[in-house]
């Protein structure tokens, strides 16, 4: 089975709150809130892609310096399996607008369980959760 690295972010605000996108109605597993990020991009390095990505999708500006190495998710779906680095980032440019039909949330560490996400995320949140 293929293996698809996908590069995500949690975005902590000054409130210790981090930014989770709901993905738009037409998508794969529409409805469920992720950490903003995408694909790898061939040549591209984990933090490139997401320094692009938080463009694409949101209108900020970061920089590798910025983006701390958290954890990772492995995990097979019926049709590839993801790698993930999440990395933590504190510090960007600009105020994040959704450019892809997403809804966007600042959600507290503690409520994170009651936003259904990706199977691959599920294990992703008691990390982020001890972690802040
Ligand atoms: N960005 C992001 N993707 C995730 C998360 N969890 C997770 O399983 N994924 C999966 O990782 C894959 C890549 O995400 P993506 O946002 O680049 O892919 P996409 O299909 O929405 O965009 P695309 O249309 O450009 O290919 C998707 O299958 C997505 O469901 C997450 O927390 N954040
Ligand atoms: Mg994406």
């Known amino acids: 089975m293929k293996t698809v690295l996908v590069s995500a972010v949690a975005l902590i605000d000054a409130d210790g709150r981090i930014l989770l996108a709901q993905r738009p109605e037409g998508k794969s597993m529409a409805g469920l809130w992720e950490f903003p990020g995408g694909k790898v991009e061939p040549g591209e390095t984990p933090e490139q ?3 692009r990505e938080l463009q694409e999708e949101l209108a900020i500006d970061t920089w590798s310096s910025c983006l701390a190495p958290l954890t990772f998710a492995s995990h097979s779906y019926p049709d590839f399996h993801l790698l993930m680095p ?3 980032c504190r510090k960007w440019q600009g105020i994040p607008v959704a450019q892809e039909g997403q809804t966007l ?3 507290h560490a503690r409520d994170l369980r009651s936003y259904p996400m990706p199977p691959a995320d ?3 949140i008691p990390v982020l959760r001890d972690w802040l």
């Open 49 to 51: 892609a997401l320094i």
């Open 86 to 88: 999440l990395f933590a």
């Open 105 to 107: 949330k600042w959600v």
């Open 122 to 124: 599920v294990p992703l």
